[in-house]
């Protein structure tokens, strides 16, 4: 049985003041069971999180990384230091970093490697835009992405990758898949994880929906068959919605 986890992708956001509070309400109404929590705030503000979750089991990641491992590249963080600074997981290719930041199935596939080597969980997000929808290429973008994404990995050190579907035009729109077109689309993940891989590890392998994930539509999102739990954005920033969102996936 795979195991339920919510993360929450705070994205540019918070200070540390705010960082600190939102943390601490969350590790009070989390309880000692209850879905995987992995929260994911801005590089700097990672050391003041991981203070206050210490011993809890609540996990934190970053939103980025970059693959190489260490030399002249201004700007950049790599998969080590990341695990170094105590995180256990990674957003990789998040759509914002592929719109924004230029971020290609090619980069998304050296930072999984660059996560995968180092030890620590990469979420891998894949998501196609509403044009994409609209013109029937759903299924065909996924299978781009994550096969990009995934290419030469070798199965044994795949491990516990996480696979994130956020189509873009459910991000921050408050137009959330329903339950059976996200269904839909994890389905389909899980068939391409299982004709490439093996049946065993596409039943292991979490599939998270992001997406205008909220407290009042997580339960039924996360009633689908495929659906391990969610990816967070703007509800994660608000101690009360995250924790109704952490409920519904007892
Ligand atoms: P929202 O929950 O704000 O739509 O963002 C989803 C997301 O991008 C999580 O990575």
């Known amino acids: ?137 759903t299924e065909i973008v996924i299978e781009r992405q994550i096969s990009g994404g995934l290419e030469r990995i070798p199965q044994e050190i795949l491990g516990d990758i996480i696979i994130a579907y956020e189509p873009v035009w459910a991000i921050g729109t408050g137009q959330t898949a329903t339950p059976e077109t996200a269904q839909e689309v994890h389905k389909q993940i899980r068939s391409w994880l299982k004709d490439t891989y093996s049946k065993s590890l596409a039943e292991d392998v979490r599939i998270l929906y992001g997406g205008s994930v909220k407290g009042e539509n997580a339960a039924e999102l996360f009633g689908q068959d495929d659906i391990d739990g969610g990816l967070v954005g703007g509800a994660s920033l608000d101690a009360e919605g995250f924790a109704q969102i952490i409920a519904a996936a007892r």
């Open 1 to 137: 049985m795979r195991k339920m986890l919510i993360a929450g992708n705070w994205k540019m956001n918070l200070d540390r003041e705010h960082a600190t509070q939102l943390t601490s309400s969350i590790l009070e109404s989390s309880g000692d069971s209850g879905p995987d929590i992995v929260l994911c705030p801005p590089y700097l503000l990672i050391p003041p999180v991981l203070e206050i979750v210490r011993d809890s089991r609540i996990q934190v990641g970053a939103q980025n990384l970059f693959w190489e491992k260490k030399g002249a590249y201004t700007g950049e963080i790599s998969a080590s230091m990341i695990l170094n600074a105590g995180c256990t997981h990674v957003i990789i290719g998040h759509s914002e970093r592929r719109q924004i930041f230029g971020e290609t199935d090619i980069s998304v596939q050296r930072k999984t490697a660059a996560a995968l080597e180092a030890g620590l969980i990469p979420i891998v997000c894949v998501g196609e835009t509403l044009e994409e929808r609209e013109e029937g290429r």
